[in-house]
Each structure stands twice: as structure tokens, then as C-alpha cells.
């Protein structure tokens, strides 16, 4: 090879590296956005981030704790290796959504039918293919309602996957969302109607904005409630029950028993469906209502 030809592959190769070098300045290596860590004591999700946060501020707050290992954190992806949602129909038109085994709080979520759109109640954190699957099968979800910051866990997820259904909960609860997002429309007030025959109710007590669900018409025509864990069904099924904190066994003071039973009163409700398995009030829910209030403030007086 010539000089003049050393020199002519030289200058190619020279050019060539140069377009490299720009090309991958023009483009960078797409950086890691992170993990949306779920906290393994409540279930909530947090926005994507390498690393996790240094604590759950809802685990920290008197009325949850963090569990007894200490602050543990896990992924969506994670817990569908172990775990799977268990759907039941619980009577015509509401089905219930619970997590096998066990996760967080373990509480339920319904996914209530009616003829104006589906809406989700409350939410458990595991969303997978299959749980996706069976939603779609039963019409999907036009809107999202949860009780109380322990039950939003992956709310955004589940609005996401859901065509950006939109999720209600109260202003009062505002500095509770750990994951902040659009599809999220806070109200203000006493009531919401979602549709002609679904309204969220503000009752505060175990949160200032903790909301229940009033369905005026279900298939048989009847009142269902739809509570969370407030009022929480007891054990012994005749009754139910109001705290300010569960797992820590921390009491609701009068005034605010007291607010409960006046936000409900205007509402006719034959059932109640509670937040965890077998907590299904199937008669006389409004009635047991009443008098287990007069039995707790009777207790606390």
C-alpha cells in the first residue's frame, strides 16, 4: 500500500468513527428508570426509582406499622412469581378480587357491574396477565374508587391498564397518595355520585376523607354498601365495628362515631360488603349499623 492509499483508508476510517461518535451522542443509552417498589407491609407502590424509598410514610403513621423485619420492599413483577387474585362473584353484579396467599393487609377489592360502566372499590396490589384477563372478560373497569390510603396500593397501575380509568378519592386524603398521577381526581364535599345508582360517601373517621360506596340499585333492588373497613364487620357477624387505628387497637372517639352514622343515615342498605373474606352483611346491614354505634359508645362513655 501507497502512502496516498494509507492515507485515503486512514481519513475513511477516521470519518467513520467520527459519524459513530456523533450517532451515539445524538442517541444516548436510554438510562434505568428505576423500579416501582411496593411496600411489603401495606402494598403501596411508589414511583419508579433505582433505588427504594428510605420508609412508607403510611407504614410510619400511628393507625399502620411497619412490620416486625422492618421496612421490606418488593416489585409487581416479584409478587406475581408467588402470588395470584382469586375472583368471586359474592352476589349478582359484584365480585370480589383477593390475593393468594396473603399480601400486605389482604384486604379485598370488588369490581361492581352496572349498565353505566364497571367500577372498581378499593384495589389489591398484585396486577397480573390473568387478573387483566378475567377484568376485561367481565367488561373492564370505567372507574376507580377506593376507601382509604391502606387500600390504594397500585391504584395508578390498575388505571393504566384500564384505558386511564379515572381513580375518586377525597381531598382529604390528598398528602396520603404516594404516587401521584392524572388519571387521580380528588373531590371535595359530603357526596359524589359516580352514576345514577353509585355514590361515594365522605364518613371520615379512620381517615378525615374515608369514603364509602352506596349502590341505590343492585339486581334485586335492594341497598348494598360497600364499606372498606369501616364500619369493619366483627367477628360475630351481627355486629360491626369503628377504629381509628385496627392493628394497633386505637379507638374512635364519639364526635366521630357519631359523624359516621349521621353521613349514613340518609341511605337505605340491606348488605354490607366488608373489606376481608367473610365479612358479608346479608340482611338488616343499616340496622346492625345503628345499634352496634349505640353499643360502642355505650363502651367508651
Known amino acids: 500500500m501507497n502512502r496516498r492509499d494509507f492515507l485515503g483508508t486512514a481519513t475513511v476510517g477516521l470519518t467513520g468513527a467520527l459519524v459513530a461518535l456523533a450517532d451515539s451522542s445524538a442517541?444516548?443509552?436510554?438510562q434505568d428508570?428505576?423500579?416501582?417498589?411496593?411496600?411489603?407491609?401495606?402494598?403501596?407502590?411508589?414511583?419508579?426509582?433505582?433505588?427504594?424509598?428510605?420508609?412508607?410514610?403510611i407504614c410510619q403513621d400511628s393507625r399502620q406499622y411497619v412490620g416486625w423485619n422492618g421496612q421490606q420492599w418488593t416489585?409487581?413483577?416479584?409478587?406475581?412469581?408467588?402470588?395470584?387474585n382469586e375472583i368471586t362473584e359474592e352476589e349478582p353484579g359484584v365480585f370480589s378480587i383477593h390475593t393468594k396467599p396473603n399480601f400486605a393487609i389482604s384486604q379485598r377489592a370488588f369490581l361492581v357491574k352496572t349498565t353505566e360502566g364497571n367500577v372498581l372499590w378499593d384495589c389489591v396490589a398484585l396486577l397480573d396477565e390473568k387478573t387483566?384477563?378475567?377484568?376485561?372478560?367481565?367488561?373492564?373497569?370505567?372507574?376507580?374508587?377506593?376507601?382509604?390510603?391502606?387500600?390504594?396500593?397500585?391504584?395508578?397501575?390498575?388505571?393504566?391498564?384500564?384505558?386511564?380509568?379515572?381513580?375518586?378519592?377525597?381531598?382529604?386524603?390528598?398528602?396520603w397518595v404516594m404516587h401521584p398521577d392524572p388519571s387521580i381526581r380528588f373531590w371535595s364535599g359530603e357526596v359524589k355520585r359516580l352514576t345514577p345508582n353509585l355514590t361515594l360517601i365522605?364518613?371520615?373517621?379512620?381517615?378525615?376523607?374515608?369514603?364509602?360506596?352506596?349502590?341505590?340499585r343492585s339486581r334485586d333492588?335492594?341497598?348494598?354498601?360497600?364499606?372498606?373497613?369501616?364500619?369493619?364487620?366483627?367477628?360475630?357477624?351481627?355486629?360491626?365495628?369503628?377504629m381509628y387505628s385496627y392493628p394497633n387497637y386505637i379507638p374512635l372517639n364519639?364526635?366521630?362515631?357519631?359523624g359516621i352514622v349521621a353521613a349514613l343515615n340518609p341511605y337505605s342498605f340491606e348488605r354490607l360488603h366488608g373489606a376481608f373474606i367473610g365479612q358479608f352483611l346479608t340482611k338488616n346491614a343499616k340496622e346492625i349499623v345503628s345499634r352496634s354505634a349505640e353499643r360502642y359508645l355505650a363502651a367508651i362513655s
Open 27 to 30: 442517541q444516548p443509552e436510554p
Open 221 to 242: 333492588g335492594n341497598g348494598v354498601l360497600l364499606a372498606g373497613d369501616q364500619p369493619d364487620v366483627c367477628m360475630d357477624r351481627n355486629w360491626v365495628t369503628f
Open 202 to 216: 365522605k364518613t371520615g373517621g379512620h381517615f378525615d376523607g374515608f369514603q364509602v360506596m352506596h349502590w341505590s
Open 33 to 57: 428508570r428505576g423500579t416501582a417498589w411496593l411496600c411489603v407491609t401495606c402494598g403501596t407502590q411508589f414511583p419508579s426509582a433505582v433505588h427504594p424509598p428510605p420508609a412508607c410514610p
Open 75 to 84: 416489585t409487581l413483577d416479584e409478587l406475581s412469581k408467588t402470588h395470584e
Open 132 to 175: 387483566k384477563a378475567e377484568i376485561r372478560r367481565l367488561g373492564g373497569i370505567s372507574a376507580i374508587a377506593i376507601s382509604h390510603p391502606h387500600f390504594y396500593t397500585t391504584m395508578v397501575e390498575w388505571s393504566r391498564v384500564f384505558e386511564d380509568a379515572p381513580i375518586h378519592l377525597h381531598e382529604l386524603n390528598r398528602q
Open 254 to 258: 364519639r364526635a366521630a362515631i357519631q
